[in-house]
Structure formats: structure tokens, C-alpha cells
């Protein structure tokens, strides 16, 4: 025995009125159950019954199929279709005949109309040009300075071309040259001492205990 569909209320909302216009549309062509429907319009029952649930809006394949396996007019649901689209989206229904007017500007945008070309109140205004200063004043030899690039001493580019991250790595690897130079200093100081040491022992006579000077 096939499961009772759930009661839906018409007047709930655009969904439930169009699924119940389904089950209506079912009834009056008999209540032929979801399986010879599923065979005349090759659906599944699971997605014919979903159509008319009221959960879910059904595609339009879905529906006309729905319809014809109910003897009902497609175009007329068609148009229901779209309807039920346009009342879920909150929009208007597009024209049966595709000519309608042109579509409503979206809210919150304002229509521009353009002037025609030569009309004064298309015509943009252009904006007034700040006055150059006289050949010689200390304000145009301000501005030829700071068009200057600055000078560089051929060894690479200054401090002012270079990024905060390229002045700190700079920064860096200044400072490990001058570790480096220290440690290099150090090294040098170290064997210097080092060799004098070897110098100095290399004078001393070794004697052996038990052994006599031949000279004493």
C-alpha cells in the first residue's frame, strides 16, 4: 500500500499552492498511482511524488512530465511554472511573448540618461587648470628639484630607491660583514701570537733527566 502524501495547506505560501494544484491535477485524472505515472514520463516515482510534496519547487522538466502524465495542458502549466519561479525570486514574470517592456532598473541604481551629442547638458565641464608659476620663482625651481632623480656614486642604487625590506636585508648584511671582519682580525691576532710561541720554544735546549751536559 503506497504511503499517504502529507496534507499541505494552499494558502501557506506560492510552493504549497502550486503542489497542491498537483495533486489536484493528479485526482482529476483518476489518482493513477506514482508508478504508471513513472511509466509515461519516464521519472522516477521518488521525483514525481518530490514535486508534489511542497518541500522543494519541482524543474520545469520535471513538472510538465508530471502534467502530461496526468492528461493536463503543458503550456498552461508552463506559464504556472514561471509564475511560481517569479513569486519565489520576487520578481516579475517574463512576457509570454518575449516582447515585453524593457526590464525595471535594480533597485538602489538610478537611470543616467544621455544628452544627445551637442547638448549643453551633456557636455562635461572641464576642470580649471591650476596657473604655472613665472620662469625663475623659487616655486618652479622646487618642482624641476624634485623631478631630479637623485645622484648615485655608481655603486647601485641609493637608500631612497630601495624598500623598507631591501634596507633592512641591506642593514643585515652590513652588519655580518662587520662580525665577520672582526672575526677575521681576531684570527689574525690569534696566529700571530701562535707563531711566536713556536718561535720561542724552538730556541730552548732540550736535556733529559739523566743526561749530562757534555760542556759542564
Keep these: 500500500m503506497p504511503r499517504p502524501e502529507r496534507s499541505l495547506d494552499p494558502t501557506a505560501g506560492p510552493l504549497e499552492e502550486f503542489a497542491?494544484?498537483?495533486?489536484?491535477?493528479?485526482r482529476q485524472a483518476g489518482n493513477p498511482s506514482y508508478r504508471i505515472m513513472a511509466k509515461r514520463a519516464?521519472?522516477?516515482?521518488?521525483?514525481?511524488?518530490?514535486?508534489?510534496?511542497?518541500?522543494?519547487?519541482?524543474?520545469?522538466?520535471?513538472?510538465?512530465?508530471?502534467v502530461v502524465a496526468c492528461g493536463g495542458a503543458p503550456e498552461?502549466?508552463?506559464?504556472?511554472?514561471?509564475?511560481?519561479?517569479?513569486?519565489?525570486?520576487?520578481?516579475?514574470?517574463?512576457?509570454?511573448?518575449?516582447?515585453g517592456g524593457s526590464a525595471p532598473a535594480p533597485?538602489?541604481?538610478?537611470?543616467v540618461t544621455r544628452a544627445a551629442p551637442g547638448s549643453s547638458h551633456g557636455t562635461p565641464t572641464p576642470a580649471p587648470s591650476s596657473?604655472?608659476?613665472?620662469?625663475?620663482?623659487p616655486r618652479?625651481?622646487?618642482a624641476g628639484r624634485a623631478t631630479t632623480p637623485p645622484a648615485t656614486d655608481g655603486r647601485g642604487p641609493t637608500s631612497e630607491a630601495l624598500t623598507a625590506d631591501e634596507q633592512d636585508e641591506l642593514r643585515r648584511l652590513r652588519s655580518e660583514v662587520a662580525r665577520l671582519r672582526h672575526a677575521n682580525a681576531v684570527l689574525k691576532a690569534a696566529s700571530a701570537i701562535f707563531a711566536a710561541d713556536l718561535r720561542t720554544n724552538g730556541q730552548l735546549v732540550y736535556n733529559p733527566g739523566g743526561r749530562q751536559d757534555p760542556s759542564a
Excluded: N
Excluded at 533597485?107 to 537611470?111: A, F, K, L
Design 20 to 26: 497542491h494544484a498537483l495533486r489536484e491535477l493528479r
Design 42 to 66: 519516464h521519472y522516477s516515482v521518488a521525483t514525481l511524488s518530490e514535486a508534489a510534496r511542497g518541500l522543494h519547487k519541482p524543474s520545469l522538466k520535471v513538472t510538465l512530465a508530471y
Design 76 to 99: 498552461a502549466w508552463k506559464r504556472r511554472w514561471h509564475q511560481l519561479d517569479s513569486d519565489l525570486e520576487g520578481r516579475e514574470p517574463p512576457s509570454p511573448t518575449g516582447t
Design 107 to 111: 533597485p538602489g541604481r538610478r537611470s
Design 131 to 137: 596657473p604655472q608659476p613665472p620662469p625663475g620663482s
Design 140 to 142: 618652479r625651481a622646487r
